[in-house]
C-alpha cells in the first residue's frame, strides 16, 4: 500500500464517520469470516453460525426462554442492587468515620480477597439451591469493589467542602444528598463498573451449580444433554446481554456524572 | 535514560488534615480486639446453638480443621495447583494483552476495523464458556487456564490501548526530532505512559483470573482450593469448606501484595514515583 494510502486510511480511521464505517464492515466481516469457517465444518462442537442464530430465534422467544430470561435478569439485579445500597451505604460510614475504618479494614481486606465464587459452597449451604442463594452471591461478590471505592472517595472529600458545608449550616440530610452524595458519585460509580462484569460472572456460576432457571442452566443442561446449538445460543445471548448491560451502564454513568459535575464532563 | 516529565505539573493538592478521632496505636489494638470480639461471638453463638452449628461450625473447630489440614499434602498440593494455574495465566494474558493492545493503539484503522468484534467478545463472562471448554479441552487445568486468559486478557488490552496514545504529543514530537527507532520510542516514551494503565489492569486481571480459576475448579472439578471447598460441603464437613475458603483469601491477600510490590518496583525503575 502507497504512503498516501495508508495516510489517508488513518486519517478516515480518526473521524467520527470514518470510525464507524471501519467499524461495520470489521463487525461484518468478522460474521461472514465466522459463518464462512463455521459453515462447511464438520466439527460437531463448532457448528455453523446460521444455525446457532435461527436456534437462538427459536429457542428464546419460547415461553421456556423467556422465562429463563426473565429469571437470570432479576437475580441480577437484585444481587446487584442489593451490593449497591450495602457497598454505599458501609462505604460512606467507612469512609467518614475513621475509628470505624480502623476497626474494620483489615477484616475487609480479608474477605475481599477471597475469590468470590470461593464462596459458592458456603452460599448454597446457607440458602439451599434457590433465588436467595444467587442473589446473595451475586451481591456478597459485588459488593467490594462498591465498598471499598466509595470509602475511599468519602474519605478523600474535600476538606474545603466540608468546612463552607458548615459555615452555610448545611446539615442532616440536605448535606448528606447535596455535597457528600456529589462528591462521591463519581467514586461510586467507578465501583459499580467494575462490578457489572463480575455480577454477570457470579449469575452465570450460581445457576450452574445449582438452579432450575436461568440462562446458566440452560448452556449447561445443554451440555449435558449434547444439545450444542443450544448452548451456543445461550453463550450468544450472554454475550448480547454483557454488551447491552455495560453499554447501558456507560450510559448511565455518563448522564450522572453531568449531574454531578456539569462542568467537568465535556466529552 | 530517565524519560523527562513532560506531563504537566500536577495542581498542587491542599494538604488534608489529619483525620479526627483517630486512636493513637488504633491500627493495630483496634482491629485486634473487633478480630477478637468476633471470633469470640460467633463461638459463643455458635456453642450456645444461636447459630446453627451445623452451618457455622464454631471458629475453634475451623481452626483445627485448619491446623490438620496445614499438617497434610493435600492442602499444599491443591493450593500449589491452584496458584501455578492463576500465574501462568496472568504470565500469558498480561504480555498477550499489552502486546496486542500496543499494535492496535499505534495502528488506528485496525483498532477502529476490530472495535466491535472486541466489544463484543470483553463482556462474555467467560463462565459461560465452561460448557464449551469442558467438550472441546477437556476437564484438565488446561481449561482453566484457558477461561482465566479469555477472561483477563480483555482486561488488560482495553487499558493498554488507552495506555499507548496517552503519551505526551510534545514526547512524541521529541522523540521524532531525535530520531528515534519504533523500538526507541515506544521503549522510552510509550511504555512509560502505559505504565499506569497497565497497572490498574494488573491489579483487575489478578483477581480476576482467580476468580476464574476458582470457579473452573468448583464447576468442572479440576483439582484445586475451589474443588476442596466444594467437596467438604458435600462430604459434610463444614470445618474443613471454612478452613479452605480462609485458605483462598490468605492466598488471595498475598498474591495481591506480591502485584503491588512489583508495581512499585517497576514505578520507581522508571522515575515514576510516589503512585499508589
Given at each position: 500500500?502507497?504512503?498516501?494510502?495508508?495516510?489517508?486510511?488513518?486519517?478516515?480511521?480518526?473521524?467520527?464517520?470514518?470510525?464507524?464505517?471501519?467499524?461495520?464492515?470489521?463487525?461484518?466481516?468478522?460474521?461472514?469470516?465466522?459463518?464462512?469457517?463455521?459453515?462447511?465444518?464438520?466439527?460437531?462442537?463448532?457448528?455453523?453460525?446460521?444455525?446457532?442464530?435461527?436456534?437462538?430465534?427459536?429457542?428464546?422467544?419460547?415461553?421456556?426462554?423467556?422465562?429463563?430470561?426473565?429469571?437470570?435478569?432479576?437475580?441480577?439485579?437484585?444481587?446487584?442492587?442489593?451490593?449497591?445500597?450495602?457497598?454505599?451505604?458501609?462505604?460512606?460510614?467507612?469512609?467518614?468515620?475513621?475509628?470505624?475504618?480502623?476497626?474494620?479494614?483489615?477484616?475487609?481486606?480479608?474477605?475481599?480477597?477471597?475469590?468470590?465464587?470461593?464462596?459458592?459452597?458456603?452460599?448454597?449451604?446457607?440458602?439451599g439451591v434457590g433465588d436467595e442463594m444467587k442473589v446473595f452471591l451475586i451481591a456478597l461478590g459485588c459488593v467490594w469493589p462498591i465498598l471499598l471505592n466509595t470509602a475511599d472517595g468519602a474519605r478523600?472529600?474535600?476538606?474545603?467542602?466540608?468546612?463552607?458545608?458548615?459555615?452555610?449550616?448545611?446539615?442532616?440530610?440536605?448535606?448528606?444528598?447535596?455535597?457528600?452524595?456529589?462528591?462521591?458519585?463519581?467514586?461510586?460509580?467507578?465501583?459499580?463498573?467494575?462490578?457489572?462484569?463480575?455480577?454477570?460472572?457470579?449469575?452465570?456460576?450460581?445457576?450452574?451449580?445449582?438452579?432450575?432457571?436461568?440462562?446458566?442452566?440452560?448452556?449447561?443442561?445443554?451440555?449435558?444433554?449434547?444439545?450444542?446449538?443450544?448452548?451456543?445460543?445461550?453463550?450468544?445471548?450472554?454475550?448480547?446481554?454483557?454488551?447491552?448491560?455495560?453499554?447501558?451502564?456507560?450510559?448511565?454513568?455518563?448522564?450522572?456524572?453531568?449531574?454531578?459535575?456539569?462542568?467537568?464532563?465535556?466529552? | 535514560?530517565?524519560?523527562?516529565?513532560?506531563?504537566?505539573?500536577?495542581?498542587?493538592?491542599?494538604?488534608?488534615?489529619?483525620?479526627?478521632?483517630?486512636?493513637?496505636?488504633?491500627?493495630?489494638?483496634?482491629?485486634?480486639?473487633?478480630?477478637?470480639?468476633?471470633?469470640?461471638?460467633?463461638?459463643?453463638?455458635?456453642?450456645?446453638?444461636?447459630?446453627?452449628?451445623?452451618?457455622?461450625?464454631?471458629?475453634?473447630?475451623?481452626?483445627?480443621?485448619?491446623?490438620?489440614?496445614?499438617?497434610?499434602?493435600?492442602?499444599?498440593?491443591?493450593?500449589?495447583?491452584?496458584?501455578?494455574?492463576?500465574?501462568?495465566?496472568?504470565?500469558?494474558?498480561?504480555?498477550?494483552?499489552?502486546?496486542?493492545?500496543?499494535?492496535?493503539?499505534?495502528?488506528?484503522?485496525?483498532?477502529?476495523?476490530?472495535?466491535?468484534?472486541?466489544?463484543?467478545?470483553?463482556?462474555?463472562?467467560?463462565?459461560?464458556?465452561?460448557?464449551?471448554?469442558?467438550?472441546?479441552?477437556?476437564?484438565?487445568?488446561?481449561?482453566?487456564?484457558?477461561?482465566?486468559?479469555?477472561?483477563?486478557?480483555?482486561?488488560?488490552?482495553?487499558?493498554a490501548i488507552a495506555g499507548v496514545r496517552s503519551a505526551h504529543p510534545i514526547a512524541l514530537d521529541t522523540a521524532r526530532s531525535y530520531s528515534f527507532t519504533l523500538w526507541q520510542r515506544l521503549r522510552?516514551?510509550?511504555?512509560?505512559?502505559?505504565?499506569?494503565?497497565?497497572?490498574?489492569?494488573?491489579?483487575?486481571?489478578?483477581?480476576?483470573?482467580?476468580?476464574?480459576?476458582?470457579?473452573?475448579?468448583?464447576?468442572?472439578?479440576?483439582?484445586?482450593?475451589?474443588?476442596?471447598?466444594?467437596?467438604?460441603?458435600?462430604?459434610?464437613?463444614?470445618?474443613?469448606?471454612?478452613?479452605?475458603?480462609?485458605?483462598?483469601?490468605?492466598?488471595?491477600?498475598?498474591?495481591?501484595?506480591?502485584?503491588?510490590?512489583?508495581?512499585?518496583?517497576?514505578?520507581?525503575?522508571?522515575?515514576?514515583?510516589?503512585?499508589?
Open positions: 500500500m502507497s504512503v498516501t494510502r495508508t495516510t489517508e486510511l488513518r486519517r478516515l480511521a480518526d473521524g467520527g464517520r470514518g470510525r464507524v464505517a471501519l467499524g461495520v464492515l470489521g463487525a461484518l466481516v468478522a460474521v461472514l469470516a465466522w459463518s464462512a469457517v463455521s459453515g462447511s465444518s464438520e466439527n460437531i462442537y463448532f457448528p455453523s453460525l446460521l444455525e446457532i442464530l435461527e436456534r437462538t430465534a427459536t429457542y428464546w422467544p419460547t415461553p421456556e426462554g423467556v422465562d429463563n430470561l426473565t429469571a437470570s435478569l432479576r437475580t441480577l439485579g437484585a444481587g446487584l442492587g442489593l451490593a449497591v445500597l450495602v457497598g454505599v451505604a458501609a462505604g460512606l460510614l467507612i469512609g467518614q468515620v475513621p475509628v470505624v475504618a480502623q476497626t474494620v479494614s483489615p477484616a475487609l481486606e480479608f474477605v475481599r480477597a477471597i475469590p468470590a465464587t470461593a464462596l459458592v459452597p458456603f452460599a448454597m449451604m446457607l440458602f478523600g472529600l474535600d476538606a474545603t467542602l466540608l468546612d463552607t458545608a458548615r459555615v452555610f449550616h448545611v446539615t442532616g440530610l440536605r448535606r448528606a444528598l447535596g455535597v457528600v452524595v456529589p462528591a462521591v458519585l463519581p467514586r461510586v460509580l467507578v465501583g459499580v463498573r467494575i462490578a457489572v462484569p463480575l455480577s454477570l460472572i457470579l449469575m452465570v456460576t450460581s445457576e450452574m451449580v445449582g438452579a432450575q432457571r436461568g440462562l446458566g442452566y440452560v448452556i449447561t443442561q445443554a451440555q449435558a444433554t449434547f444439545q450444542l446449538l443450544t448452548m451456543w445460543s445461550g453463550i450468544v445471548v450472554l454475550g448480547v446481554l454483557g454488551f447491552l448491560l455495560t453499554t447501558a451502564y456507560s450510559a448511565l454513568e455518563r448522564l450522572l456524572l453531568r449531574w454531578c459535575d456539569p462542568k467537568r464532563v465535556s466529552s | 535514560m530517565v524519560l523527562p516529565t513532560l506531563a504537566r505539573p500536577a495542581p498542587r493538592v491542599p494538604r488534608r488534615r489529619p483525620a479526627r478521632g483517630r486512636l493513637r496505636g488504633g491500627a493495630v489494638l483496634l482491629p485486634l480486639a473487633a478480630l477478637a470480639v468476633a471470633v469470640a461471638l460467633q463461638e459463643a453463638l455458635t456453642r450456645t446453638g444461636v447459630l446453627p452449628g451445623s452451618y457455622f461450625p464454631p471458629a475453634s473447630q475451623t481452626a483445627a480443621a485448619l491446623l490438620v489440614e496445614l499438617g497434610g499434602a493435600t492442602l499444599w498440593q491443591t493450593l500449589g495447583s491452584t496458584v501455578s494455574t492463576w500465574l501462568l495465566a496472568l504470565l500469558i494474558a498480561v504480555p498477550l494483552g499489552t502486546a496486542v493492545g500496543t499494535v492496535l493503539g499505534l495502528v488506528r484503522p485496525v483498532e477502529a476495523f476490530l472495535r466491535p468484534v472486541v466489544e463484543f467478545l470483553r463482556p462474555i463472562p467467560s463462565v459461560a464458556l465452561i460448557p464449551l471448554v469442558v467438550l472441546t479441552i477437556g476437564t484438565s487445568a488446561r481449561s482453566a487456564l484457558f477461561l482465566a486468559v479469555f477472561a483477563s486478557f480483555w482486561q488488560v488490552l482495553v487499558p522510552w516514551v510509550q511504555l512509560a505512559a502505559m505504565l499506569p494503565h497497565l497497572a490498574t489492569a494488573t491489579r483487575l486481571a489478578t483477581s480476576t483470573s482467580l476468580i476464574l480459576v476458582v470457579t473452573a475448579e468448583i464447576i468442572i472439578g479440576i483439582p484445586g482450593l475451589g474443588h476442596e471447598i466444594t467437596m467438604s460441603r458435600s462430604v459434610g464437613n463444614p470445618a474443613r469448606m471454612y478452613a479452605y475458603i480462609v485458605v483462598s483469601g490468605v492466598a488471595g491477600i498475598v498474591i495481591n501484595a506480591v502485584v503491588k510490590r512489583l508495581e512499585r518496583a517497576l514505578f520507581v525503575s522508571h522515575g515514576i514515583g510516589a503512585q499508589a
